[in-house]
């Protein structure tokens, strides 16, 4: 069991580190305080030393299940002969993973009570999986890699693989939303930042380790072609996400040098610039000398785990440490403890329109999507092919206006005002996706990016057949799951009937309370709207082809149950989730239901506009549909002509004539 040695060495190293913060920045106490009570040294070091050993449990399950669909070579529509050990191999870390999980949350239950982990019992352990928050990530991490463990024991296609891999990046992230980030304000940055962290951070090791695994296998060559491209992103998103959460933590620049916390930053930001020192090397020199100096390149994979496994140890031991802003403050503001931010002024166009409320998860999604987006634009340039202007300007156009919907007053007000919420809802849900669908993203990543095998990026002669980014593109665009969301009865369920359940049950509220659940609830409001307008006026493929009749009558259908929900609206005599705007109404705010019309008035009128915009798109796409086929017609004419036979319409007619006559 390579992959039990592999998380060994990584844990003694990530632990000793472990132990120098804890004791250098101020974790654990170094003697015991009389009248508190105290669970003992096997809790108190127990708990993170537990902390990091399952951090690279995780990171190397989620590493070997990722190589295993996307990173090392497949044969068809099944794994490879690389792939296959490394699932077999997650599934038993995976195992490891999820008693790491119950064995974290028996050694926090004790440090929680100050009692020692053998006087606690299972009715104190079941009320902390179901009434703290913490316990509940706990919970739910254990129970996803106990489903990851039965899934890679049993799983053999790439498809599977992929959605596994998908399986084990969530398990890692719901720890991140209980620690530092979600006891402090500014939960826009401080939660998703550790999200992102997170995730860029189990992908980046255990990539890495996987990569070790297959270091003597044919299929090396491939591998780390394809990790190094994945590490590259993890480096820069790890290193975005860090620095805006330890701004965060920090609060003045004065905390940098003068805190421990802040210290053991700058320890961690050197460990990082090291492990970028070391993508340098591959990428400059390695790989391209990988089949002369194979041992060169496992000395220097070894080296870098082991100074990754030391960064997080370092990372878990600032997740111990006392942070200069407090994240549990003695006396809290109630609208601040909920928000992430203080309760904003009375509204004017200034404060709608002006302000920053920095959002990282939107924030990174428009840098991301207009970046690839360019790049895929400049790469068609290079090759000599055109892209149309206002395809680009669409798209980039609809991003700038989700960061700008997402990070500027309106988002603050969003939180607080019903109004506010649906000029946000109507943006997100029904200009944006235009805007984007008209951009043919899809479009353009199929034609920029290369087939993966001998005729594409990828020069091993092993990977012909394999799945490249388009592959995996066009295997998406042709499935049974995309031709059944894109139905247009199916689109215009999920885009109206949506809309009626969120507001209209205890959804809403229940949504408003967390900032991932925000962040859901903003994210579906854009895929629902793009999913729709893709339907209607897309111009990507995958879309279903149907008429332009039927799609006017879809378009109409839910131009009028949008209407409708407004009109309801207007006529409500109770409020709308009064359960959380009544927690945070704002002192200058008189008449909760008046805000609650102006909201209704702005889903009637506001969606009149796009509505009356994508109508003129679909009848120009109508239009020239029907030329289209006219010149189809007569070219098929002008060739049936040119070789004296009969076109199409000759021979309708003269069937026709032939029919008898009643």
Known sequence: MRGIGFVGAFGAVAVLVLLWVLKTGGAVASATVPGLPDPGDLVTYGLPVTRVLLDVLGAVTVGYVVAAAFLTPGRGSTVGPEGYPLLRRAGWLALGWAAATALLSVLTVANLLGRPADELGATMLWSFWTTVVMGKAYLLQGVLALALFVGCRLVLSRTGAALLAVLALVTALPPAFT??????????????????????????????????????????????????????????????????????????????FGSSYGRLVLAKVAGLVLLGAFGVAHRAYVLRRLADRPGFFRRLVAGE??????????????????????????????????????????????????????????????????????????????????????R????????????????????????????AHMMQHMILSMLIPILLVLGAPLTLALR???????????????????????????????????????HPVVALIIFVVSLYALYFSSLFATLMQS????????????????????????IDPGRRQVSHPVLILI?????????????????????IADDWFSLVRPPWMTDPLADQYLGAGITW???????????????IQWIRADEREQRRLDRAADRAAAGGED???VRYNEYLKSLPKS
């Not at 980030?181 to 996987?210: D, R, Y």
């Not at 206006?401 to 603050?412: E, K």
């Not at 506001?606 to 679909?618: N, T, W």
């Open 179 to 256: 620690g530092h980030a979600a006891g402090a304000g500014n939960h826009q940055v401080a939660v998703t930042s550790m999200a992102l962290h997170v995730g860029g951070a189990v992908l980046w090791l255990g990539g890495l380790a996987a990569l070790l695994a297959v270091r003597r296998t044919e299929a090396l060559r491939v591998t780390a072609g394809r990790y190094s491209r994945m590490a590259l992103g993890c480096f820069v998103l790890v290193v975005f996400s860090g620095v805006a959460n330890a701004a965060v933590r920090l609060g003045s620049w004065a905390e940098v």
């Open 605 to 619: 009128s506001f969606g009149e506009i796009p509505s009356a915009i994508v109508f003129v798109i679909l009848v």
């Open 448 to 486: 920029a990016l290369h087939p993966s095998g001998p005729a594409g990026t990828v020069a091993d002669p092993r990977a012909a057949g394999d799945r490249g980014p388009r592959e995996w593109l066009m295997l998406a665009l042709h499935s049974r799951v995309l031709r059944f969301f894109t």
């Open 647 to 649: 076109d199409e319409w």
């Open 305 to 390: 785990l082991l100074l990754m496994a030391a960064v997080f140890g370092l990372a878990v031991g600032l997740s111990r440490t006392p942070t200069p802003v407090p994240t549990n403050p003695i006396d809290p503001d109630r609208v601040t403890d909920l928000l992430g931010f203080a309760m904003p002024p009375a509204p004017t166009l200034s404060s709608l329109f002006g302000g920053f409320l920095p959002d990282l998860f939107f924030i990174t999604l428009v840098s991301a999507g207009i970046g690839f987006y360019l790049a895929g634009v400049w790469r068609l340039r290079r090759n000599g092919v055109r892209w149309p202007l206002g």
């Open 392 to 419: 680009t300007l669409s798209w980039v156009g609809g991003l700038l206006l989700l960061g700008a919907i997402t990070n500027l007053g309106l988002a603050r007000y969003a939180y607080v005002l019903f109004s």
């Open 555 to 575: 378009h109409f259908g839910g131009m009028v149950f949008h209407a409708f929900f407004g009109v309801i609206l207007m006529q409500a005599q109770s409020l």
């Open 515 to 538: 900032h991932l659940g925000h962040l859901a609830m903003l994210t579906h409001f854009i895929l629902a709207g793009y999913l729709f307008f893709w339907v209607i006026v897309g």
